[in-house]
């Protein structure tokens, strides 16, 4: 694979908040441009839900007293703030989490995805990723030259799990897989994996010696407080390879100040920083500081922030339900909705722009999770509630201008 090829594939056109990259072209527009707010569902809103309380403020506060101190942490990051979070993650996830040795503080769950690959994939080994997931997973593993081994999720077709194909995931594992990603909730589904999935994949992990990374970024905003959640480090039976990631960017709107983690395994933790020594050097100094109110949210935030959350989507999904050949899985957890379309006199890469031109909508290609996926757009809920219904309501009027 030449430069120009790899770099190729990471194309960004289509990604969050890129969408001014893509080229004009002659688009078979039909009707007049129709009224609303601007919304972009490629990404959410932080102006609608915002940070965590305080979070300015020990920030500023850090970096008055900190100084220097702040600014040039371990690469791993500074330790009196791995140690709090390692105390945090623990409770968090039911498994010890030891702040020396198994924890690294990143730029965003993004940085600690990046780092996490690039410590577990060379070049030609097979790596199996869940179809639908998140898109960065498979360009990952292309762009450091892995094989990708996709495992379908069979969402559609049921109710109150992943319907991930365990027996497919059990045949790429024999077949000689490294590697296997899978985030929960899933995105950009918004499904939940049952505890007998993850102890499945903990247990065919172990069985066939596979690495495993999982994705916990949105695990703290589950909208059925009863509906169980299964953290796989917490299990006995798991991958002795096993990195999670996780961070405040999401359910708590902290996603400026850059903030991951990635926490587990020593070796591969140690891996990482040193990978993120020649990247990025360290987590922003000062940004670290914010991670002091994660997990220290004022009594009933997380609550409020979740039942609002759910709120936007019971919404939504009214919106969607009563659009004529439109459908979505109700989302479990997380911002996302994934929404499948009706036949379409235009593919989807154009009516992903007409969206843009003539609703003042941006919504994500479904081609971005899997290339099966042409008849999906991704719908990232965390916005303004008003907003937010206004603009679905507008996808299906385009819906309705543009079906076969």
């Given at each position: 694979m030449t ?7 990471l194309g ?21 441009k ?7 569902f ?23 007293v ?7 942490t ?17 409770e ?8 020396d ?7 965003g ?26 898109f ?17 999720m069979?969402?559609q077709?049921?109710e109150?799990n992943?319907?991930?194909d ?24 918004g ?20 690495a ?6 949105y ?9 169980p959640y ?9 991958s ?8 405040p960017?999401?359910?708590?709107s ?6 991951g ?18 990247v ?15 997990f220290s949210?004022?009594e009933?935030?997380?609550e ?7 709120r ?21 957890g ?7 379309l009706?036949?379409?006199k235009?593919?989807i ?21 899997g ?20 603009a ?12 076969v």
């Open positions: 430069l120009q090829e790899k770099f190729a594939r960004t056109d289509n990604a969050p908040g890129q969408e001014g990259l893509q080229k004009d072209e002659s688009l078979p527009m039909i009707g007049d129709l009224e609303g707010p601007a919304v972009d490629s990404h959410g809103d932080v102006n609608a839900h915002t940070p965590i309380p305080g979070s300015l403020e020990t920030f500023v506060k850090q970096y008055a900190e100084g220097t101190y702040q600014a040039y371990e690469y791993r990051g500074k330790g009196t703030i791995r140690q709090y979070l390692a105390e945090k993650l623990a968090y996830s039911g498994a010890p989490v030891d702040p040795t198994e924890i690294i503080l990143t730029p769950t993004q940085g600690a995805l990046f780092l996490a690959m690039g410590s577990l994939v060379s070049r030609g080994d097979k790596v199996a990723i869940v179809e639908p997931d998140y960065d997973n498979r360009k990952l593993v292309e762009f450091f030259e892995g094989e990708i081994v996709p495992i379908q069979h969402w077709d049921v109150r992943s319907g991930i365990l027996e497919q995931l059990e045949e790429a594992f024999k077949s000689g897989v490294k590697l296997f990603l899978y985030s929960n909730p899933n995105n950009p589904t499904v939940v994996y049952s505890p007998e999935e993850v102890a499945a994949i903990g247990r065919l992990a172990k069985q066939y010696n596979v495993v990374l999982a994705d916990e970024l695990s703290r905003q589950i909208f059925d407080p009863e509906q299964a953290h796989l480090r917490a299990l006995e039976e798991k002795d390879q096993l990195i999670t990631i996780i961070g960017s999401k359910t708590e902290l996603s400026g100040f850059r903030l983690v990635g926490y587990g395994n020593a070796e591969i933790i140690t891996r990482m920083e040193k990978l993120q020594a020649v990025s050097l360290r987590c922003a100094g000062y940004c670290q500081a914010a991670f002091l109110n994660w949210e004022p009933g935030w997380m409020q922030r979740i039942a609002e959350h759910k936007i989507r019971d919404d939504l999904m009214e919106v969607i339900n009563r659009c004529p050949g439109c459908w979505a899985r109700p989302s479990e997380g911002s996302y909705l994934f929404l499948r009706p036949p379409l235009v593919d890469f154009q009516f992903v722009k007409l969206c843009r031109i003539q609703a003042n909508v941006t919504v994500t290609p479904g081609t971005e999770f290339k099966q996926y042409d008849n999906f757009v991704r719908m990232n809920f965390s916005q303004d509630h008003d907003k937010a219904v206004s679905v309501e507008r996808i299906c009027k385009m819906v309705e201008r543009y079906r």
